[in-house]
């Protein structure tokens, strides 16, 4: 079977598991899995739930033919669409109830949304990035999309953000807000406290690294740093 049995890791399961929450209600639900790789989500989905319809989309043809493979060599290929395409334009004419982009930069997420929302208007976002955080909730923002909830699951030793995205959620429309997430509202979970303690220990080591710098370019970003560790301090302490 090769690959095919290769389970998820914490974080594309806490992924796949909120998209799982948010379509359960839905009879035959479409789900559209954006930068599917090998397609280890898209399966993982059909075994959870067998009446969906999966749209695996890739820019890649070699990711998307290690996609075809797993899926036939576990059955799982009856109802899959697996399209090579770029970004969401893969869903134009099509009608998602929920889109999932994982283990991408937020930069590149932020940019396929940006140029493909009005593909997907209508389906729930599910994103999580692997850098770049509050530079994609600024994109959701930007294109009018407010963030539901979020997750904060471990996978090898580090935290990672998962964002459901919805035009029915409010929108985090401040900089603070973007570097929060729904933590301007109060901390929520314990990994969302975890999350945010490594992100304070993180920027103070940074502050210190500037400080013992000395150069002009690294005193001047101190400022930008000092009030990130002040939020972050205020929300945690």
Known sequence: MGHSKKPL??????????????IHDI?????????????????????????IHMIASDISEASLKKTEILLSQTGLDQNVEVICGDGLKVLESKKADAVLIAGMGGETIRQILEEGIDYCASADLFLQANTDVPLLR??????????ARESFPEAGG??????EASKKAEVLSSPESWLLGTAVNGISSQGQRAY?????EQMRGTHAKLMESGTKRSQAKVPEIEKTIEILERVLL
């Open 158 to 163: 580090r935290r990672y953000v998962i964002i």
């Open 196 to 200: 945010l303690t490594r992100m304070l």
């Open 27 to 51: 009879s035959m639900p479409c789900v559209a899995d954006i930068g599917c790789d090998h397609g280890f989500v898209t399966a993982y989905l059909i075994r959870q739930r067998p009446d």
């Open 138 to 147: 600024e994109g959701l923002a930007g294109i009018g999309l407010g963030i």
């Open 9 to 22: 890791d914490a974080r594309l399961r806490a992924a796949a598991d909120m998209v799982l929450e948010a």
